[in-house]
């Protein structure tokens, strides 16, 4: 039977804590300086949110990639996952990406100074990158009260709450894509407006519709033209309409009368119009400062 666990922890504020070498032992030989200050609480939360990220980013990669890649392996460092995804238009839109390149700044200066200050100007960042989201999710909150409300939070609560964000927002968009991996889209029993439908389930901004034309390029291949409207209210008496389309032509010959879609090359082509669709529309939406 093990002893029961008397001492918890040896340091207690300022006591116990090696002390560092002073700055000019070179010339003077050894002389020590007392470690002070330390804020243990601080330190711990700002390593918690740091790894709980990553945690999120491995998944996140793991799920973009081919599933015989050696990514036990591949022991890469956290600013090379983040250039992984560095081009991941919808990580970018939020600004997800700036923010979490701000906290891994945040927990290298930790890493590397027990005595380091949080600087304020990451605090800022991460704060507008908050601050924004909110305003684009919070339609019945005024900027003002947005800002309020952020105000009432310390450095180190803005810090877990954009952790929050993160992991929340990477966790949607790694059920988006574990769905369709695990769906793969049975093809050959879907038209063109289910394909769209089931595309990025949940995350899609805007109404995506899709009609068959009466005419074509080809014989026996059908024309669609596929369209996405966003309506923003930032005045109630003068809506903005956003609307965009392209034309979609399936392939030659896999086709029924249910308009199916040949698994084989209309796949990859109906992606790419909806991916450049979205693109336009996150554009659009960013020019509009939202």
Same mark, same amino acid.
């Given at each position: 039977?093990?002893?029961?666990?008397?001492?918890?922890?040896?340091?207690?504020?300022?006591?116990?804590?090696?002390?560092?070498?002073?700055?000019? =032992?070179?010339?003077?030989?050894?002389?020590?300086?007392? /470690?002070?200050?330390?804020?243990?609480?601080?330190?711990?939360?700002?390593?918690?949110?740091?790894?709980?990220?990553?945690?999120?980013?491995?998944?996140?990669?793991?799920?973009?990639?081919? %599933?015989?890649?050696?990514?036990?392996?591949?022991?890469?460092?956290?600013?090379?996952?983040?250039?992984?995804?560095?081009?991941?238009?919808?990580?970018?839109?939020?600004?997800?990406?700036?923010?979490?390149?701000?906290?891994?700044?945040?927990?290298?200066?930790?890493?590397?100074?027990?005595?380091?200050?949080?600087?304020?100007?990451?605090?800022?960042?991460?704060?507008?990158?908050?601050?924004?989201?909110? /305003?684009?999710?919070?339609?019945?909150?005024?900027?003002?009260?947005?800002?309020?409300?952020?105000?009432?939070?310390?450095?180190?609560?803005?810090?877990?709450?954009?952790?929050?964000? /993160?992991?929340?927002?990477?966790?949607?968009?790694?059920?988006? @894509?574990?769905?369709?991996?695990?769906?793969?889209?049975? @093809?050959?029993?879907?038209?063109?407006?289910?394909?769209?439908?089931?595309?990025?389930?949940?995350?899609? @901004?805007?109404?995506?519709?899709?009609?068959?034309?009466?005419?074509?390029?080809?014989?026996?291949?059908?024309? =669609?033209?596929?369209?996405?409207?966003?309506?923003?209210?930032?005045?109630?008496?003068?809506?903005?309409?956003?609307?965009?389309?392209?034309?979609?032509? %399936?392939?030659?010959? %896999?086709?029924?009368?249910?308009?199916?879609?040949?698994?084989?090359?209309?796949?990859?082509?109906?992606?790419?119009?909806?991916?450049?669709?979205?693109?336009?529309?996150?554009?659009?939406?960013?020019?509009?400062?939202?």
């Amino acid at each position: 039977m093990s002893e029961k666990k008397i001492f918890k922890n040896l340091w207690t504020g300022d006591d116990g804590i090696p002390p560092k070498f002073n700055k000019d =032992f070179m010339q003077n030989g050894p002389e020590w300086q007392k /470690v002070k200050g330390l804020d243990f609480e601080q330190i711990g939360r700002i390593l918690i949110c740091h790894l709980s990220i990553e945690h999120y980013i491995n998944k996140l990669i793991e799920f973009q990639t081919p %599933t015989d890649f050696n990514w036990d392996d591949s022991r890469l460092s956290f600013s090379q996952k983040l250039k992984l995804l560095s081009k991941n238009k919808r990580l970018s839109r939020h600004q997800i990406i700036h923010g979490i390149e701000t906290l891994n700044k945040i927990r290298n200066k930790f890493s590397h100074n027990l005595e380091a200050k949080i600087d304020l100007v990451y605090i800022d960042v991460i704060r507008e990158i908050l601050f924004k989201f909110r /305003v684009s999710v919070k339609k019945n909150e005024s900027e003002d009260e947005i800002k309020h409300f952020l105000d009432l939070y310390d450095d180190i609560a803005l810090i877990e709450s954009f952790t929050n964000f /993160v992991c929340a927002f990477i966790a949607g968009y790694c059920h988006s @894509l574990f769905s369709q991996k695990k769906k793969k889209l049975n @093809l050959l029993k879907m038209n063109v407006q289910k394909f769209i439908d089931e595309w990025k389930i949940g995350m899609k @901004l805007g109404r995506w519709t899709s009609e068959k034309l009466d005419y074509s390029v080809y014989k026996n291949e059908e024309m =669609f033209i596929i369209n996405v409207e966003l309506k923003i209210n930032l005045d109630p008496n003068i809506p903005i309409i956003i609307s965009k389309n392209r034309f979609f032509q %399936t392939s030659y010959n %896999t086709l029924s009368k249910e308009h199916q879609l040949n698994p084989n090359f209309d796949e990859n082509m109906l992606v790419n119009i909806l991916e450049d669709l979205e693109n336009q529309l996150n554009e659009e939406t960013n020019h509009l400062g939202l």
